[in-house]
């Protein structure tokens, strides 16, 4: 087995420095001369590394998703709509993979401009995900938008719900339909992770109404999807939901302007990395734990659980704990 | 004993006249002037709406006695329950017409109303139901000839002399929403029922069977249609003195269970049904009072349900689905109420999950409904069930869905039932002592 051999670190302990560079044109030497095959070879277990691809991940969660991947010796497609962004991402991840101690020389990091609301774009995301890594063993759809802002809907331009709408629930139902058509031939299958967020357990979200409806029908599309694939005997592919929190991105961040704002935040915002750290690895025992007789089981992974969602908030009114955490708060 | 005036005599004398006078109001309430209790189905016969609660008075007496006949209790006391029954009956009867009296209550004067989406289907159907109840109506269509097609429909269905306008709208486009919006105010004045009815299944068929054409037209005519319309709604009635009521449609999906078949849709409906939690808390920050409300119609007898629809699916619209007209209207009547009371957000639903098991109970009675084994249509064509042959049953199955009261339905099967086994269990005491 050269090929599962071949993920095991073997020249990239220390040194990380001088294997940068080595490692980089390793890289892009394997992909002129077909990625395909050399990573192909190396289908991956059910233990790892994967192939992974990540949505709207050239900032935020999705960024923080792609490091820790990396840092696990995963291979890494990541995309955004923003070129530019996308190639400084790549870059930042090549140099992480270059210093990782992990770092296999199958790994491959590559990045890719794509607006997920458009078919024809994600269909050349799957596509270019199929050729670059081989396979794809875990697509993250993770592009989200809430334009940015906080406020009524009668407040927000209707070019925001346009691009809120497009962005969290067709471009994840497209994300959906071409990661299923690449994965569904593959003999080890695939799984896809939605992203939930506020409104997806059903409770209200003003101020972001839009937003928490796009998350609501989320958390229903992901049922819906299971039992169609379930119908069409299609049992090697999963649809599982990704439950991040409260993170402190943009995406949050530019809501946080009242005092009850900054008080949730403050108790229960976690940083990117702190939630990624959590995610990834639950994320990567999904192919081994989700097996189950005749097809795959529906996973439910949360950072921040009601359990310790209460737990926080009591500490804060009781101990004080987080005050002016990440916001500073008046009184 | 004190009588106060009159002593005993004078006491008895206001006695009977105040009974005299209960049981006047109690005839009153029972039947002989539909009109005040159903201010929505105005009838020109006196008579008409009697048949019920004499029907139920003696029917309610009838079953109970044969039921006890049948079980071979109370032969020497055949007049129990008689009596029982019928006065069961009355009572539900009074009931149900005071019950409904104070329930329905009618704006003081006419709606506007607009409606999406209402070219065809139950768009369509609501229209007519709120023209027929005095009310102006716009509707929209995606295309200038369907507007006028519907237009000149609704004229020769209802009356030629209705207030009906329209405006072609593509619900997913925000400058044609803001079109919309300003040609309501401007013909109409004012809007006082904005509703978003347009929706667009994709068909049944798996999701990855679907093309992203359908994928995407499902999400921008459902979730993004009902965004921006009810921005514009809501934008356009919080400058209004009197404010006004949205309502958006729900749809399969919007409990949050599964849909198979149509995921697409399924999801955008979930996200419809969501939104009625945030926006009225964001309705409360407005000056005007804007209520926000979500109407569910059920399974309709629609192009949007039969596209794709395999023998399987028209087993089971044979047992649940209903013909537009019918479940317009049930649903016109209480929109109407809701504006009236002034409420700020309702869900309105047609088939709940306790008559969806009704139905299926009563399965074996409702196949062939509305297709034949080989899955053949057999119901008639719009025009026929409003203008032609089945005029009449149209209109009593409009008639029984608008004044639908199940509970007061449950409880009086329920006291039924109760007085049965009393008197079987009174009996068989008795006979064993």
Known sequence: MPGFLGRRPLFHLGRPSQQAHAAHFDRRRRQRCGARSAAGAG????????????????KGIGLALAREFVRAGDSVLICSRNASQVAAATEDLQRLAASSALAGPTQVIAGAPCNVANPA????????????????????????????????????????????????????????????????????????????????DGGATPRFAAYGATKRGLAQLGKSLQAELKMQGINNVGIHNLSPGMVTTELLMSGTDTSTAKFFVNCLAESPETVAEYLVPRVRRVPAESRSLGGISSQYIRYLTKAKAYTQILMRLVAGQRKNRWVAEDQ | MHFGPGGLPGYLQRLQR?????????????????????????????????????????????????????????????????????????????????????FWRAPSAGLNV????????????????????????????????????????????????????????????????????SAARLQMGSVDVWINNAGYSGSFQAFLDATPEQITRVVQ???????????????????????????????????????????????????????????????????????????????????????????????????????????????VPR???????????????????????????????????FFDKE???????????????????????????????????????????????????????????
């Open chain 1, 43 to 58: 289908a991956s277990s059910k233990e790892g590394p994967f192939n992974v691809v990540v949505t709207g991940s050239s």
């Open chain 1, 121 to 200: 774009e994600v269909a050349a995301l799957a596509d270019f995900a199929h050729d670059r890594l081989g396979t794809v063993d875990i697509w993250i759809n993770n592009a989200g938008s809430n334009a940015y802002k906080y406020s009524t809907l009668t407040e927000l331009d209707p070019a925001d719900l346009v691009n809120i709408v497009e962005t969290n629930l067709l471009g994840v139902m497209l994300g959906c339909r071409e990661a299923i058509r690449v994965m569904r031939t593959q003999a080890t299958g695939g799984h896809i992770m939605n992203m939930d967020g506020a409104g997806a």
């Open chain 2, 18 to 102: 105040c009974y005299t006078r209960a049981l006047l109001n109690a005839v009153d309430s029972v039947g002989f002037s539909p009109n005040k209790a159903l201010p929505f189905y105005s009838s020109n016969t006196a008579l008409d709406g009697l048949h019920k609660p004499v029907g139920l008075v003696l029917s309610s007496a009838y079953v109970l006695a044969a039921a006890c006949h049948l079980s071979g209790v109370a032969d020497s006391l055949a007049w129990l329950p008689i009596l029982t029954g019928g006065s069961l009956g009355a009572l539900y009867a009074a009931l149900n017409r005071a019950g409904m009296r104070r």
């Open chain 2, 114 to 181: 607009v409606i999406t989406g209402s070219g065809r289907g139950i768009g369509k159907a609501l229209a007519r139901e709120f023209l027929m109840a005095g009310d102006r109506v716009m509707v929209t269509s995606r295309t200038a000839a369907g507007v006028q097609r519907v237009m000149a429909e609704l004229r020769e269905e209802v009356s030629p002399d209705v207030w009906v306008s329209g405006i072609a709208c593509e619900v997913s486009d925000p400058d044609s929403v803001v079109r919309l919006a």
């Open chain 2, 221 to 331: 005519t459902n979730l993004l249609g009902s965004l921006l319309c009810t921005r514009e709604a809501i934008r356009l009635m919080s400058e209004q003195e009197l404010g006004g009521h949205v309502f958006n449609m729900d749809g399969a999906g919007a409990d949050g269970l599964a849909t198979p078949q149509y995921a697409a849709y399924g999801a955008t409906k979930a996200g419809i049904a969501h939104l009625m939690g945030s926006l009225k808390h964001e309705a409360r920050l407005l000056d005007t009072p804007v209520g926000i409300h979500t109407l569910s119609p059920g399974m309709v007898l629609t192009g949007l349900l039969l596209e794709g629809a395999s023998e399987i699916n028209k087993k089971i619209f044979n047992i649940l689905c209903e013909q537009p007209e019918t479940v317009a209207a049930f649903l």
């Open chain 2, 335 to 369: 929109v109407r109420t809701v504006v009236a009371r002034k409420q700020a957000s309702a869900y309105i639903r047609f088939l709940t999950l306790g008559r969806a098991l009704q139905k299926f109970a009563a399965a074996p009675l409702r196949t062939q409904r």
């Open chain 2, 375 to 433: 899955g053949k249509a057999v119901y008639l064509p719009e025009r026929e069930r409003i203008l032609g042959k089945q005029v009449q049953r149209t209109e009593r199955l409009a008639a029984r869905a608008a004044r639908r009261s199940r509970e007061l339905a449950m409880a009086y099967s329920l006291s039924l039932a109760i007085a049965y086994l009393i008197i079987v269990v009174d009996s068989v005491t008795s006979t064993i002592t």
